[in-house]
């Protein structure tokens, strides 16, 4: 990729962020740094459904090199390439819709990047002129360093033709920096107003004995969340949605034949096994019900939904229990409509952006119990608002 291609891939990740950064410049808040946080948020959360999708409609080779399209910044200009590729292989990994899908993605992961950089230096300018405990440098630095590797991730995924532990790693990533800054934005806002806590020396302690609880409770909810998208991800990254195309048996049984040993080796290029063979049924069997597996038994009934129903009744962390709730039964549907309906797109987007979701509200679930915990901890009196807001004060 010569030097103008790459500078104007460059302005195009700059023309993607520049629309958000005049949104927050010329918003009526008056806390500009924490309302970037939250629309990076929101970004981040299209970024990983566009991802999905990108994935689900066979697009992640849609341009087969990295970080252009056939050297150039867009497919208007490889349309030459595109277009012999395609009539090459109708059906194949390149075509002009799957070309454009692909590089949006990447436009508005470069958009992030921009926008990532924009935080950094408005903390480092903010920090060195107030030395205000908000602006900090240390959180936006370790999104810089992640959305960097999640950019390495992203060319190996093109360069190893979507080598599904790449792939799946990829995801990964992309989750944590969407964790990483809804955990931002959370502290964000209650540095901006601090919520009460409850008053009252026995309150203090039933509340403190609560919280203790379910500040464990919402870390082991955080693991296994992470392990059931991980293993979400090894599904669709393997193309074994309809490896089990019914529901609730599979393949006509409760435990079908399941091949654990070609499933799960992870270093292994895409539909083949470690020794260069065609990936067998059963391995595609077992990578798909080991996922549903877990979800049932394990990440939805025992420990997110105890989770929710342990937050239910706290204040500050109620209305997040509930809407945890909701989503993790949306989020059940939607796996089983995807079955059901023979993998509809649509569908399995909403899957994906579910299991997004699920990682916003888990992640505001932690940060709002260790908040709490922690203030109710340092309370020395019965007046815990007041000693919340000496705790946070700058």
């Not at 392990?227 to 089990?244: D, F, H, K, P, R």
């Not at 342990?310 to 997040?320: K, S």
Request: charged letters at 15%; hydrophobic letters at 55%; glycine letters at 6%.
């Amino acid at each position: 990729m010569d030097l103008s291609s790459l500078l104007h891939l460059l302005l195009m990740g700059l023309l993607v962020a520049s629309l958000p950064l005049a949104i927050v410049w010329m918003s009526a808040d008056p806390n500009k740094y924490r309302k970037l946080v939250w629309v990076m948020v929101f970004l981040t959360f299209d970024l990983i459904v566009f991802g999905g999708f990108t994935r689900l409609t066979d697009s992640g080779l849609g341009c087969p090199d990295w970080p252009g399209c056939y050297g150039e910044a867009n497919p208007f200009l490889a349309h030459e390439h595109i277009a012999a590729a395609e009539a090459a292989m109708p059906t194949g990994p390149v075509t002009v819709a799957k070309a454009w899908i692909e590089m949006i993605h990447r436009y508005l992961a470069m958009g992030i990047g921009a926008l990532i950089l924009a935080l950094l230096f408005t903390s480092v300018k903010q920090w060195r002129r107030t030395h205000n405990e908000v602006f900090k440098p240390a959180m936006p630095l370790a999104l810089l360093v992640s959305v960097l590797v999640q950019g390495a991730f992203g060319a190996w995924t093109v360069t190893l033709k979507l080598q599904p532990v790449i792939v799946t790693i990829h995801l990964l990533l992309g989750m944590m920096l969407l964790a990483m800054l809804v955990w931002m934005g959370c502290r964000e806002d209650y540095l901006l107003k601090p919520p009460p806590l409850a008053r009252g020396m026995e309150q203090m302690r039933d509340l403190v004995r609560r919280l203790r609880g379910l500040r464990i409770l919402s870390l082991l909810a955080a693991v296994v969340l992470v392990t059931q998208i991980a293993l979400g991800g090894w599904v669709s990254t393997n193309y074994a949605t309809m490896a089990c195309d019914t529901f609730p048996l599979c393949q006509g049984a409760l435990v079908p034949e399941l091949d654990f040993e070609h499933g799960f080796h992870l270093w292994r290029e895409l539909g083949m096994t470690k020794e260069g063979h065609y990936l067998p049924f059963s391995a595609l069997v077992a990578i798909h019900w080991v996922h549903r597996a877990f979800a049932l038994a394990l990440a939805v009934v025992l420990v997110l939904g105890l989770a929710a129903w342990r937050a239910w009744h706290l204040p500050e962390v109620g209305t997040t229990a509930r809407r945890l709730l909701l989503v993790m039964v949306v989020q059940l549907f939607t796996g089983i409509a995807t079955v059901y309906f023979d993998f509809p797109l649509a569908i399995a987007v909403m899957h994906n952006a579910g299991a997004a979701l699920l990682v916003i509200l888990v992640t505001m679930l932690n940060y709002r119990v260790k908040f709490q915990l922690d203030a109710a901890r340092a309370a020395p009196a019965p007046e815990f608002g007041n000693a919340l807001l000496r705790q946070q004060a700058p």
